[in-house]
């Protein structure tokens, strides 16, 4: 893309000596003329223009092209529009077309008319440092910057934070703006390659969030998106925001962006349209159910919709606690991850009303959970739920609910690999579902073993801190640390309380 570049000092542009013996060099290992690409800046303009001018004072072919791409002023300034990340596909062009054996005098040419047909416009949730100084401007957490340069300079409007998708609506909106005298003249219809430019903070995650808000903002408004690059190409220190590109396309100039290149830094994306692509979100298939034996409005059902809620209220309840034990042991968001299940059951449970079989029931509860509640929580509980199932379709008496702790422990242990007192969510299942042992004898009743379960399982849960971690994330932690209940095991002895504060308020 380039044969050669000049660096200045940080935020500076390169002394005219040093840019002059950039050129002298291209020129001596044999080239029939050079190009010179320059941003948009005082200091840039200046000295690439004396290098430029000493340069063909010497005998040297030297044309420069400046770019501004900048399209945050809605007012033009006599300094005119900034040269930003579009500056780079004009590397890409000018690249090519030399590759291809293209004159100078016509790369100038060419170029200069690609440079008319850009923009682009930043964002950043804060500014940069120069190594050794402040930042060169404050924000308010709930603001962002809008229209910023590369330089760590403050933009043209301060916002309120939002989310993705409305910023990105934001930047699009004002960048396509006809009564911006920067802006580019997008509209239904036309093709564009978008790019998605780190500014030197960001994660691959959160420029993937951006670049599919910008890809379905500007399909809804009819726009063909030819290619999307995505990735740091133009970045500002540490600065925790990105900028949008948007450059008007043809078929000639698509295939000089996509010529190929040895730099390596460029995006090998496929040569293909973005736009027209098929893309969907599939929601898992669930399995065809079998009738219910009981009518899912009858009181089984209600029982089970008020086990549910309670447990679901304790969840959420315990979620800041859940996940202050986590921060100890693990990555902190094991309240996170029970409070999503919770919601999703309650969503659920809005939509209609529960299976009464107590095995579509637990069937139902695990495809959900699978689905929506996501870590290993939501497949050891998938696992667990699925396994406990199965006894519960032949009978659903007291010890075919023994069984079924049983049959749930058992697929636990099998695809968990943890074992009672590894210091997990089973501790607290595994002590309850000793005591479930006693359903199984003739006469047993319900509440007064189930009291006792959970009361195990508690006392379980609190033991758990004075275990080694053998199993789970809490395994990789020095044991010195891990003085606190697994939030796991305390969850698990939670769900167990709130099932059996129901079943004695309803006298069960």
């Given at each position: 893309?380039?044969?050669?570049?000049?660096?200045?000092?940080?935020?500076?542009?390169?002394?005219?000596?040093?840019?002059?013996?950039?050129?002298?060099?291209?020129?001596?290992?044999?080239?029939?003329?050079?190009?010179?690409?320059?941003?948009?800046?005082?200091?840039?303009?200046?000295?690439?223009?004396?290098?430029?001018?000493?340069?063909?004072?010497?005998?040297?072919?030297?044309?420069?092209?400046?770019?501004?791409?900048?399209?945050?002023?809605?007012?033009?300034?006599?300094?005119?529009?900034?040269?930003?990340?579009?500056?780079?596909?004009?590397?890409?062009?000018?690249?090519?077309?030399?590759?291809?054996?293209?004159?100078?005098?016509?790369?100038?040419?060419?170029?200069?008319?690609?440079?008319?047909?850009?923009?682009?416009?930043?964002?950043?949730?804060?500014?940069?440092?120069?190594?050794?100084?402040?930042?060169?401007?404050?924000?308010?957490?709930?603001?962002?910057?809008?229209?910023?340069?590369?330089?760590?300079?403050?933009?043209?409007?301060?916002?309120?934070?939002?989310?993705?998708?409305?910023?990105?609506?934001?930047?699009?909106?004002?960048?396509?703006?006809?009564?911006?005298?920067?802006?580019?003249?997008?509209?239904?219809?036309?093709?564009?390659?978008?790019?998605?430019?780190?500014?030197?903070?960001?994660?691959?995650?959160?420029?993937?969030?951006?670049?599919?808000?910008?890809?379905?903002?500007?399909?809804?408004?009819?726009?063909?998106?030819?290619?999307?690059?995505?990735?740091?190409?133009?970045?500002?220190?540490?600065?925790?925001?990105?900028?949008?590109?948007?450059?008007?396309?043809?078929?000639?100039?698509?295939?000089?962006?996509?010529?190929?290149?040895?730099?390596?830094?460029?995006?090998?994306?496929?040569?293909?349209?973005?736009?027209?692509?098929?893309?969907?979100?599939?929601?898992?298939?669930?399995?065809?159910?079998?009738?219910?034996?009981?009518?899912?409005?009858?009181?089984?059902?209600?029982?089970?919709?008020?086990?549910?809620?309670?447990?679901?209220?304790?969840?959420?309840?315990?979620?800041?606690?859940?996940?202050?034990?986590?921060?100890?042991?693990?990555?902190?968001?094991?309240?996170?991850?029970?409070?999503?299940?919770?919601?999703?059951?309650?969503?659920?449970?809005?939509?209609?009303?529960?299976?009464?079989?107590?095995?579509?029931?637990?069937?139902?509860?695990?495809?959900?959970?699978?689905?929506?509640?996501?870590?290993?929580?939501?497949?050891?509980?998938?696992?667990?739920?699925?396994?406990?199932?199965?006894?519960?379709?032949?009978?659903?008496?007291?010890?075919?609910w023994s069984a079924a702790m049983?049959?749930?422990?058992?697929?636990?242990?099998?695809?968990?690999?943890?074992?009672?007192?590894?210091?997990?969510?089973?501790?607290?299942?595994?002590?309850?579902?000793?005591?479930?042992?006693?359903?199984?004898?003739?006469?047993?009743?319900?509440?007064?073993?189930?009291?006792?379960?959970?009361?195990?399982?508690?006392?379980?849960?609190?033991?758990?801190?004075?275990?080694?971690?053998?199993?789970?994330?809490?395994?990789?932690?020095?044991?010195?640390r891990l003085d606190q209940p697994?939030?796991?095991?305390?969850?698990?002895?939670?769900?167990?309380?709130?099932?059996?504060?129901?079943?004695?308020?309803?006298?069960?």
């Open positions: 893309m380039l044969t050669g570049v000049i660096a200045g000092a940080v935020f500076t542009s390169p002394a005219v000596g040093s840019i002059l013996a950039a050129i002298r060099a291209v020129a001596q290992a044999g080239t029939v003329g050079t190009l010179l690409i320059v941003k948009n800046y005082t200091g840039d303009r200046l000295n690439f223009g004396l290098a430029r001018e000493q340069a063909r004072a010497e005998g040297i072919p030297v044309e420069m092209v400046v770019v501004g791409d900048d399209s945050a002023f809605t007012v033009l300034k006599k300094a005119g529009r900034r040269g930003l990340c579009g500056t780079v596909l004009i590397h890409k062009v000018a690249g090519a077309l030399a590759e291809a054996g293209v004159g100078l005098e016509e790369i100038t040419n060419r170029v200069s008319v690609v440079a008319k047909a850009m923009g682009t416009l930043g964002v950043s949730l804060s500014s940069c440092s120069v190594p050794g100084s402040r930042p060169t401007f404050e924000l308010s957490a709930d603001e962002v910057e809008l229209g910023l340069g590369i330089h760590g300079e403050a933009g043209v409007l301060r916002i309120k934070m939002a989310t993705a998708d409305e910023i990105v609506a934001h930047m699009l909106n004002h960048m396509t703006d006809s009564s911006n005298v920067s802006h580019v003249p997008v509209q239904s219809g036309s093709s564009v390659v978008l790019m998605v430019n780190n500014l030197g903070g960001l994660s691959y995650l959160e420029l993937g969030i951006i670049a599919d808000a910008a890809v379905r903002f500007l399909e809804g408004r009819g726009v063909k998106i030819a290619r999307a690059l995505v990735g740091t190409f133009m970045s500002a220190l540490e600065m925790p925001g990105v900028s949008l590109t948007l450059l008007l396309v043809d078929e000639p100039l698509l295939k000089l962006i996509d010529a190929e290149t040895t730099a390596a830094a460029w995006p090998n994306v496929a040569k293909v349209s973005v736009t027209g692509r098929k893309r969907s979100r599939a929601a898992p298939a669930e399995p065809p159910e079998a009738p219910d034996a009981t009518a899912a409005g009858g009181a089984t059902s209600k029982q089970m919709v008020r086990v549910l809620e309670r447990v679901c209220t304790t969840l959420l309840g315990l979620e800041d606690q859940l996940n202050a034990l986590d921060r100890a042991a693990g990555d902190g968001d094991c309240g996170t991850t029970h409070s999503r299940a919770a919601r999703a059951i309650q969503g659920w449970l809005k939509e209609s009303p529960p299976p009464a079989s107590p095995a579509q029931l637990l069937s139902k509860l695990s495809l959900l959970l699978l689905e929506k509640m996501g870590g290993s929580s939501g497949a050891l509980y998938g696992l667990f739920l699925t396994a406990a199932a199965q006894p519960l379709k032949a009978k659903t008496d007291l010890a075919a049983d049959a749930g422990l058992e697929a636990m242990q099998k695809y968990g690999k943890a074992a009672p007192g590894d210091r997990t969510m089973l501790d607290s299942l595994w002590a309850a579902g000793q005591e479930l042992q006693a359903w199984k004898s003739p006469g047993a009743n319900l509440l007064p073993v189930l009291t006792k379960a959970v009361k195990n399982a508690e006392a379980a849960a609190e033991a758990t801190k004075n275990m080694e971690a053998g199993a789970g994330r809490a395994s990789y932690i020095s044991s010195a697994d939030p796991g095991a305390v969850a698990a002895a939670a769900i167990l309380r709130a099932i059996l504060e129901v079943l004695q308020s309803q006298g069960a």
